[in-house]
C-alpha cells in the first residue's frame, strides 16, 4: 500500500492507494469519530461493493443511501435525499458519510457532508479511475444546475481517500479511458516525464496492467495534492491549473445535457482545443498538438466537438464558468508539454477559430 | 455610528449600527469586490426599503431576488430561485449578495453565498431587530428541511453587517417583540448588568426609544461577537451557549410547521422551560425562574408550550438537535442569572416533568 499525504495543515488526510482495501476495517477505522456511519452509494456500484464496504463498516452503525447512477443525477434533488436520510435515521453532527462510487457520488456525498448540520465528516472510497485521480482529491464537493456543471457547492476536505485498484477490474473500458484523461492533464500542466510515461506506458493502462494503473494513480495524485497544498481554495490561480480543458468540457456537457459525454471524454476534447488554441497562439507547435491529440486518442478518447453544439452555442456555454472575471473567460492553456498557465490573453477572434476549426471533418459527421 | 468588530482573523468584519445608514453608499462600497451586486429580499420588505438600497448601490450593477416572507420559505427551493438568477445573469466568483430583510433572507442569502460557485462574498442589512441582534451576526447561514429546523446549512461570515435602526420604525410590535427574545437571552448567557438593565428599560424598549434600542442592540451584538470569536464554529462549546431556549424553540417551531409562533416567541417558551428545568435541578431559585418569566411577559412574549403539541411530541422533536451528543440531546441551561452551561446533566424524568407541567394552566387552554 502507498500512502500519499494532502497537506493542509490542520485539514491534512492521507490518501490509501493499494489493492484490497476496501475490506480493511483497519485502515477506515481511525477516521471514523462517533458511531453513524451512512454510506452514499449508487445502484450500478452497490451490487459490487457494498456489501464487502459495509462489512469493513461492521462495527459502527451504518446506513446507505442509493441513489441513481449517472451526472445527470447529480443535483440538489439526490442531495436532498441524502438529508432526508439522515435526518430521518437521526444522525448528529458526529457522524460520518462515506461516498461509494465514483466522481458523482463523492462529490454529492461530500457537498450533503459539507452542509448536514453545517457540516460533518465524510470518507471517499473512489471506484473509478476518474475519481480515484481527481475528484476524491482536494475537497471540491458540489452538484450541478440545469444552468451550468458544478455550479453549486463547497470546499470541504474528507478525512481520508481509500483508492482499491481492485475496483478498476469491473470498470468499463469507457470509463478507464474517460479517467486516462485526467491523468494525461497532469502530465501536460507541469509534469513532462509523466506525460512521456504516459506515452510509452499507454498501451500497458488500457490493457489494466496493475503496476502500471497503480503508478499512474499515485503519481496523479500527487501531483493533484502539490498543487491543492499550494492553493486550497483556488484564490491564487495555482490551482485554477487543475481546470485544463475543463471550460470546453463544461461546455460540451451542459451543451449534451449531461448525456452522451462522460466528463473525462469532454475533458479530453477539451484538452484538445486548449492545446490548439494555444497553437494559434504560437505557444505550442504543431507536433505538440499532434503528441497530445494522439496520446488522448490511443486511450481511445474523442478529440473533436459534437456536431449537435455549434461553435456559437460552445461560446456562449463557456461564458458561465467559474473562471469568469470582468467579463471574459480565463482559460488554461499551454505554453509547452508540462507547462501551463491561466490566462485572458487570447483573442476572441482566436477562440472563434479554434472552436470553428474544433469539429471532426465533414467526413465524419 | 457606532461601529464594532467580529473579531476573526483574516475573516474579521464590521458592524454598523445607526440611523440612516441603508441609504449610506460611502459606507458598503469598500465592501464590494466587483461590478455584479444581487440584492435578496421579500415581499414585505422591498416596497419599504428596496429603492433607498438600491440607490445606495447605484455604482454597481444589480439585480434583485424578490422571495415570498415568512419561515415556511427558508427551504432549498428558495435558494434554488437564488442560484437560478445568479446563473441568469451570469454572476461570477467576484460577485456580492446583499441580504435585505429579516433573519429567513439573511439566513438563506448567506447560504446561497456559500454555495454559489463554492462561495462568494455577501452583506447583511437586518431590518428586524432578531436579526439585527442574532441571525446577521457570526456567520451561521441555512434552511430548514421539513424533517428539522436549520438542518442544512454552513458557516459563512458576511463581509460587513449594516444595521439601520430606522427599519425599527416599520416592525409591527409582535415581530419587536420577538427580537427582544433574543436581546432577553444575551443577559441571561453571561451578562447579569444587562439583564439588569432590561427590567428597567423594557417599557422604553416597547415604547420603540431610539437610545434605548440602539443600547441594547449594540450590546447583543457585542456580546454575541465576543462569544463567535472565541468559537467561530461550535467546536468549544461556548458558541453553543447563544442557543439558549432554542432547542426547546427548535421544537415548537417545528411541530407547529414554522406558522403560528415567530422565533423569537419559540425561543422565548424555551428560555423559560429551560430555567424551569433549571430550577428543578436546583440551579435556579423560584424567585430567578420568575424574574425571567416577568421579563419575558412584560415584553409580550408567549412563555408556554401550545396545548397543540404534546410533551412526547416535543420530545421527539427535540431529539433532531444539532446538539445531540451519543444519543442525549445537551442542554442550555442556567446557573443563575448570567451564568449559562452547556450540559447533558439532567435525568429524563425531569425533563419529562419540566414539558408536562410547561403549559398554560387548563383555563387557558
Redesign the interface.
Known amino acids: 500500500m502507498n500512502t500519499l499525504t494532502v497537506d493542509l495543515g490542520a485539514r491534512s488526510y492521507p490518501i490509501y492507494i493499494g489493492q484490497n482495501l476496501l475490506t480493511d476495517p483497519q485502515l477506515i477505522t481511525p477516521h471514523v469519530v462517533?458511531q453513524q456511519v451512512m454510506i452514499v452509494t449508487n445502484e450500478t456500484v452497490a451490487p459490487l461493493y457494498l456489501d464487502k464496504v459495509r462489512a469493513a463498516y461492521a462495527q459502527f452503525n451504518t446506513h446507505v443511501v442509493l441513489l441513481p447512477d449517472g451526472e445527470v443525477y447529480k443535483t440538489?434533488e439526490s442531495i436532498?435525499r441524502i438529508?432526508?436520510q439522515l435526518?430521518?435515521q437521526?444522525y448528529?453532527?458526529?457522524a460520518t458519510l462515506v461516498a461509494l462510487g465514483g466522481g458523482v457520488i463523492g462529490d454529492m456525498t461530500g457537498f450533503a457532508a459539507?452542509?448536514?448540520?453545517?457540516?460533518i465528516q465524510f470518507i471517499q472510497t473512489p471506484t473509478t479511475l476518474l475519481s480515484q485521480v481527481d475528484s476524491s482529491v482536494g475537497g471540491?464537493t458540489?452538484v450541478n444546475?440545469p444552468?451550468?456543471k458544478n455550479?453549486?457547492?463547497?470546499?470541504h476536505q474528507p478525512r481520508c481517500v481509500v483508492i482499491d485498484t481492485d475496483t478498476l477490474a469491473t470498470l468499463d473500458d469507457r470509463q478507464l479511458s474517460a479517467g486516462l484523461a485526467e491523468v494525461i492533464k497532469y502530465g501536460l500542466i507541469n509534469d513532462p516525464e509523466f506525460f512521456s510515461w504516459l506515452e510509452a506506458h499507454a498501451d500497458a493502462l488500457l490493457a489494466r496492467d496493475s503496476n502500471a494503473l497503480a503508478y499512474a494513480i499515485a503519481r496523479s495524485c500527487q501531483d493533484k495534492a502539490a498543487i491543492v497544498a499550494q492553493d486550497e481554495?483556488?484564490t491564487s490561480g495555482t490551482r485554477a491549473l487543475l481546470n485544463l480543458g475543463h471550460t470546453f468540457g463544461h461546455a460540451i456537457e451542459t451543451g449534451s445535457n449531461y448525456v452522451g459525454y462522460l466528463h473525462g471524454e469532454a475533458v479530453a476534447i477539451g484538452i484538445h482545443l486548449a492545446a490548439q488554441l494555444s497553437q494559434h497562439l504560437g505557444w505550442l507547435t504543431l507536433q505538440e498538438v499532434e503528441r497530445i491529440k494522439n496520446l488522448l486518442q490511443k486511450v481511445h478518447l474523442p478529440v473533436h466537438i459534437p456536431a449537435h453544439i455549434s461553435a456559437e452555442q460552445m461560446l456562449a456555454l463557456m461564458?458561465?464558468d467559474?473562471k469568469?472575471?470582468?467579463g471574459k473567460v480565463r482559460l488554461i492553456l499551454l505554453q509547452g508539454i508540462g507547462k501551463s498557465l491561466l490566462t485572458e490573453d487570447y483573442s476572441a477572434a482566436l477562440l472563434h477559430k479554434t472552436l470553428t476549426e474544433g469539429y471532426a471533418d465533414l467526413m465524419e459527421r
Open positions: 462517533a440538489l436532498n438529508f432526508e435526518l430521518t437521526r448528529n453532527r458526529q459539507a452542509c448536514y448540520q453545517r457540516g471540491k458540489g444546475h444552468l451550468g455550479m453549486i457547492g463547497a470546499f481554495h483556488e461564458q458561465v467559474k469568469v472575471q470582468h
